[in-house]
Structures are given as C-alpha cells and as structure tokens.
C-alpha cells in the first residue's frame, strides 16, 4: 500500500505542479503567441474561418478573445494557422486562405480598431501549403515568410517586409530555394529577430533528406547568408514529417534550436552537434538566465523540459506548444487541448 501511494505521488509531482496550473484563454485552434518590447503577451488563434485575438499585461489575465476577422479557407491544422507579431506601436498577424493567398492585419494600439487586411503575397494563389512565420523587426518593422510555389510549381521560402506597422507589405522576393527543386513542403518555417539579427528556419529537402536549415541576416533580413545545416546527423526520407521545430534567438545571447529527427528530439546552436533531448514532436524552445525550456508533444500530452531537470513533466493534454519568455525571466507555454487554447506558467 505504501508503495502504491508513493507511485501516486510521484506520478501527481510529474504530471502538474502548483506552478503550472493551466488556464483557458479561449476556444479554438493553433494559437500563436508572442511578448512585446514591454513584456504584454499576444496570442492569435483560430476557429473555423474566425480569427481571435487576445491579450495580457502579465501572462495570467488575458483579455476576452475578439474577433479580427473572418477569412474564408482560414488554414488551419498541422501547425497551418495565424501568426502574430508585436511592437510597442502595432500589433500584426499574418493568415493565409486556402486559395494560396497571404494576409496581413495590423491592430492600431492606440484607437485598439484592427486595419482591414491587406495582401501579403503579390502574387495570388502561391501559398497553397498554408505555412507562414512572422517577426516584428526595430523600428515597428515586420517580416513574413512562407511557403511558395511561384516560377516553377516548387516549394520555396519567399518574405516581404513592411516599414510601416504592417499597413503595406513590400515586393516579394526569394529568401531561399532549395537545389534538389523543393523545400520540404508540410513543415512550418519559423522566423526570429533581435536588432537587425535576423534568423530563419526551415526543414529542407536535399538528396533524399529531410534535415533541419537555418539562415541568417545581419541587417534586418534583406540579405540573408548561406544555408546551414543543424546537427551532424541526417535524416533519410521520402514523405514530409510536417513537423517544423523550433527556434529562438536571445536578446544577449546565441540563436539555439530544437527539432525532430525520426521519433527523437534535439537541440542544437549553429555550428554545434546536435544533443538528444528525448522522444516527441512539434518542439519549442526558449533560453532564459537558468537555461533553455523545451516544450513538445508526446503521446497526446505536452511535455516540458525545464532547465536542470533529467526528466520532462507533462502539463496536460494537448499538442503544438508555444513558449514566451516573460520579461521577469518566467515562461509561458501556450497550447490546444481539444477545441480550447491553454497557457500555463512555467
């Protein structure tokens, strides 16, 4: 008896701890999320074709979800969804249609009314795969990438940037393609910005791999270096893990990645092996003063890593995490849990 209690304890310590007590936010799917200069959190997500925006000034009370808009063939699932990025001066988000066509909405903070959207893409119907990434840039300045079939009818990352908190979005031009023809086509790009340090990372598709990239940009993301690979392994396959990892770039400190190999998960800084970290999918990652936090999906659960710790807790069911770091060093995942947008504290 004594020994089943302490099995009870002990599962109860590792599944949710007093500190991460969940909280819905709101109802719907694929919530993104993001902290602005002064640390308010911002979390976009969907529900059929409705887009639903919410916010918070501390990371626990949130405001009631509003409605952006509504956007016929709103993409949504395996990690399709709306993007969401701030400045102290807007507040943007990026969705794409199932026609293919990119679009962006931008939240004036001072008369809180969102702008009628505008097109992202400046061709139509190219963004057929239904993956974008944005990031807010100094100077309220935004980039957007996605997934594009322009020119040849092959996956490609195109971006465009706005200077003017989102109202317009410049000429788009090719961020990177790929040459074995295609990138790899269901998996979510992802985006980051410090200053003019500009990081973008993408899952490619080069003789019969399926490994993780990273491109960099020292001035804001108009140039960007070449493409390098994450990690010393390699992972041979002929289908898409529509699973696109995680990325994260430190006001004081180096770009640190995670990702999925096969059933495993990894992280790795550019230029560095790669360390296993343990089995799952739809990872993310931040660094913080004590460490990195990684947050995954396994077995129909979310799971954290926390700085220190051997073993990973789950924090309730659900899949496709987010994490903040909040600006007391604190973090925050968010995530969906069957029709419903979580957030608990780390």
């Known amino acids: 008896m004594a020994q089943l209690y302490s099995l009870f304890v002990l599962f109860f310590m590792n599944v949710l701890s007093p500190a991460d007590t969940s909280h819905v936010i709101g109802t719907g799917m694929h919530p993104s999320a993001v902290t602005d200069p002064a640390g308010a959190v911002h979390v976009v997500f969907g529900r059929g074709a409705l887009i639903y925006y919410t916010t918070s000034a501390d990371g626990h009370t949130f405001s009631r979800p509003a409605v952006v808009d509504s956007l016929f063939g709103l993409h949504l699932g395996a990690s399709r969804g709306p993007q969401i990025a701030a400045t102290t001066r807007s507040v943007v988000i990026t969705a794409i249609d199932k026609g293919g066509d990119v679009w962006g909405y931008t939240l004036d903070r001072k008369t809180g009314r969102w702008q009628k959207p505008v097109h992202v893409t400046d061709e139509p119907e190219m963004a057929k795969e239904g993956f974008v990434a944005l990031t807010a840039g100094p100077d309220d300045s935004f980039m957007a990438i996605w997934l594009d079939l322009r020119g040849n009818q092959q996956n490609k990352l195109m971006g465009a940037h706005s200077t003017d908190e989102g109202r317009t979005w410049s000429a788009n031009r090719l961020v990177y393609e790929s040459p074995s023809g295609t990138i790899c086509e269901c998996c979510q790009p992802s985006i980051v910005c410090q200053g003019r340090s500009v990081a973008v990372m993408f899952r490619n598709s080069m003789a019969g791999s399926r490994d993780m990239y990273l491109l960099r ?24 893990p529509m699973d696109g990892g995680g990325v994260y770039m430190a006001p004081d400190g180096p770009v640190t990645t995670v990702w999925r190999r096969s059933d495993k998960l990894f992280t790795a800084r550019p230029g560095q092996a790669e360390t296993e970290v343990g089995t799952g999918r739809n990872a993310k990652i931040v660094s913080t003063k004590k460490g990195d936090y990684i947050a995954f999906q396994r077995d129909s659960h979310v799971w954290i890593l926390a700085p220190g710790e051997t073993q990973p807790r789950s924090i309730g069911e659900g899949g496709f995490p987010k994490l903040l770091r909040l600006s007391n060093d604190h973090v925050l995942c968010v995530w969906e849990q069957a029709g419903s947008v979580l957030t608990a504290s780390i």
Do not use: I, P, V, Y
Request: glycine fraction near 20%; proline fraction near 0%.
């Open 217 to 240: 940009s020292s001035d804001g993301g108009h140039m960007f270096g070449k493409a390098e690979k994450l990690g010393a392994g390699t992972w041979k396959l002929n289908a898409c």
